[in-house]
């Protein structure tokens, strides 16, 4: 047994010798990864609410509902509205700033409705921005139509009486 206590306490020395030898010369490449949505969520609650902490008594200003790519909706307890908060992130230093920060409306809306606004966002380039102006030159288009309708009417009117001249 004495032996094998022995042989043990060797293989001991040995292991801890191969321990303190030096590696290899050349570095490992970073691996960089990248914020998660739950990182996301988390850098941007805390920007948001600079007064939860014990100095200002755990005041929360804002909620987030959702988190995308490059915006998150959020609600503004103190204004009482929505936001959609724009930000940039650096997954380099893993930091996230804010940008901008635009109210946002939240509709009730039937189904139907909904249905109507999705189409009338899509026929505006995916955008309602531009919905008023582009009514706008709807109904100008539509001024334009009918009067050219009018024209072409009088012009085959015209034609008519023409052919029929000619004819006779």
Sequence with gaps: MASD???????IEEYSLDSKREGGQSEMSKLNFKLSDSQKYDYLWSLLNENYNEENGWIIDYTITEVYDDYALAYNYAEAKFERIYYVKNDENEEVSITER???YIMDITENEKNTIETL???NGGSYDLVNETLEHAEEYKTNCEEFS???EELNGEISTLTTERDT
Aim: hydrophobic letters at 50%; zero cysteines; proline letters at 6%.
């Design 150 to 152: 009018i024209k072409i």
């Design 102 to 104: 635009l109210p946002i």
């Design 5 to 11: 206590l022995k042989d043990l306490v060797k293989k």
């Design 121 to 123: 966002r899509s026929l």
